[in-house]
């Protein structure tokens, strides 16, 4: 697969949106749960979300992050940001939007939050998405999938 670039969405119709996006992006999504469409179009390296809701509106960008193809390449990355001095947010074996990860947050200094993550397996059915106590950003209100998201 190769590492993707993954956007998260907050869309006022979800049922418009993902119609356009199955257009212009020539696939069907991936996953589709209440709330929430995610896309992977073999064309493009990128892994597309799309959700309800959510801080600041439709129409804006929830986070940013890249997707890898190992828990390896997480860690390589988590050591590197950690050695260079930033701050950093780890979720390790997190339940988020569906799909069980390993990833680290960072926060640019405008607010953006990145994640590098690894998806180690999709979730059966509709399990809660939960990011674990403690780990959240200072100064955010992002929570996984719901009210101000971070769903992969």
């Known amino acids: ?29 991936v996953k589709v749960k209440q709330g929430y469409v995610k896309f992977l ?3 493009a390296p990128v892994n597309l979300a799309l959700s309800t809701g959510g801080p600041g509106g439709a129409g804006t960008i929830d986070h940013v992050g890249v997707q890898v193809d190992s828990v390896e390449t997480v860690m390589t990355e988590l050591a590197r940001v950690k050695s260079a001095g930033l701050s950093v947010v780890e979720e390790m074996a997190v339940n988020c939007c569906h799909a069980n990860q390993d990833k680290f947050w960072v926060k640019d200094p405008d607010g953006v939050e990145w994640e590098v993550y690894h998806l180690n397996y999709d979730l059966e059915g509709d399990e809660p998405a939960t990011r674990p106590s403690g780990l959240t950003l200072v100064g955010t209100t992002t929570s996984c999938c719901g009210g101000g998201t971070s769903c992969t």
């Open 1 to 29: 697969m190769g590492a993707k670039v993954h956007l998260h969405l907050h869309v006022s119709d979800l049922g418009k949106s993902r119609e356009f996006y199955e257009k212009f992006l020539g696939v069907s999504p």
């Open 41 to 43: 179009p073999e064309w």
